[in-house]
């Protein structure tokens, strides 16, 4: 086994025997890519303060994100088609996440369904849902979270229409798949992949497929998704998401001080500061660089989680110390099941682990609770600079 030391070493083990075609969807944001470039190097402009002659012993990272105890606040964040990074794929990153002691969000476009997940997992997991126009899907969605034990829904607001992806659509990528002469004889060239696929049943949206009005069968799907999801989508639609919803509910896709208000204002009980990776809005601010101007909006009120761009635990650590309460991390985990399935997922979140606590140590605190600005070096135009 190659020595594995960070998640750049995962992501290139994961390029090697991943198809092109799912590669490029983890890897990619739309446009240009600028938003997606700078969800990562932004981090670079904030500086670590190290101390010394201080005891390091008796370190944690043990916090709570929506009042669950977790070992480190990271979750994995929802990623479409976990599954075909690698043959049953959610499952995968669930257990590797719950032995961890981390939370995992399952994607509404996930390849294993909600019961799937629920069948090879022994503790709850969150559901991330998208604001679709159909409400007899939704409610059922939100019950069979429930009967699953699902202990948050995460609603994602910032997918009312996709932003242009090039290479997915270069690639041929869609719901289901358009197989070209060149994908398939990618595919055939990833082994490992191959035979992972053979031998599971689960190729398709497994919350869609069954479950959806008129997708009977992967033939009928690209139809349903083109239609499904609800560009007029507004506060109110929110609310009514919330009254189909009564437990723990995170609003992720706030990236603007004024929406991060409006998320309160419907009764959220947190927030996730993320651009969707950079693949939606492309030359959106970065989530790292949003944080601080939605902190001092609502960073007293309401739980404030931030995703997008993390691949580190240097990353979870600035974020923390800005005021976040928790992080997700979705190329990072992806990377790691990509490359080594399960086992891969484990060691992502190994090394961000251990990032975290030998950084948190230099910068002289032993417990991650009690981490704050004063760590951090911050360019005095960082997230000021706009006219």
């Given amino acids: 086994m190659p020595v594995i030391t960070c998640v750049e070493d995962l992501k290139r083990i994961y390029k090697r025997r991943t198809p092109r075609m799912f590669y490029d969807y983890a890897e990619s944001g739309s446009w240009t890519e600028q938003t997606f470039r700078e969800n990562t190097t932004d981090f670079q402009d904030i500086h670590l303060r190290q101390r010394v002659a201080i005891d390091m012993s008796g370190r944690t990272t043990k916090s709570q994100m929506i009042g669950q105890d977790v070992s480190m606040p990271v979750a994995l964040a929802p990623v479409g088609l976990t599954g075909m990074q690698c043959a049953d794929g959610e499952i995968k990153a669930a257990r590797a996440a719950e032995k961890f002691g981390v939370p995992y969000t399952l994607s509404t476009m996930s390849i294993c369904s909600i019961e799937d997940v629920a069948e090879h997992t022994s503790k709850p997991f969150w559901l991330q849902v998208y604001t679709l126009k159909d409400d007899d899907f939704m409610q059922r969605l939100f019950d069979r979270a429930k009967a699953a034990k699902c202990s948050a829904a995460v609603i994602t607001v910032d997918l009312q229409m996709l932003g242009q992806r090039h290479k997915d659509l270069k690639n041929g990528l869609s719901a289901p798949p358009k197989l070209t002469v060149k994908s398939v004889a990618d595919m055939m060239t990833k082994v490992q992949w191959g035979l992972g696929m053979l031998g599971t ?62 998320a309160l204002n419907v ?111 911050i360019p005095r135009d960082f997230s000021d600079r706009w006219q």
């Avoid at 869609?208 to 009928?220: F, L, Q, R």
């Avoid at 309460?325 to 190994?350: D, F, N, P, S």
């Avoid at 948190?360 to 600005?373: K, P």
């Fill in 201 to 262: 049943k689960r190729r398709f949206f497994g919350n869609i497929v069954g479950h959806a009005k008129g997708v009977a069968d992967p033939s009928s799907l690209g139809d349903w998704t083109a239609q499904a999801f609800d560009d007029s989508l507004d506060w109110d639609r929110i609310r009514e998401f919330r009254k189909m919803w009564d437990g723990p509910l995170i609003i992720k896709g706030i990236i603007d001080a004024r929406d991060a208000v409006e």
């Fill in 267 to 377: 009764g959220a009980d947190a927030i996730v500061v993320s651009n969707h990776g950079g693949r939606q809005l492309d030359g959106a601010l970065s989530s790292i660089r949003a944080l601080p101007a939605i902190m001092d909006a609502v960073g007293d009120k309401i739980e404030v989680h931030l995703d997008s761009g993390i691949r580190s635990g240097q990353d979870v650590l600035k974020a923390l110390a800005m005021g976040a309460k928790g992080t997700y991390i979705g190329r990072a985990y992806v990377y790691g099941l990509g490359a080594m399935g399960e086992a891969g997922v484990t060691k992502a979140l190994e090394l961000i682990h251990k990032e975290l606590e030998v950084s948190m140590a230099f910068c002289g605190h032993t417990d991650i609770n009690t981490v704050d600005r004063d760590i951090l070096m």
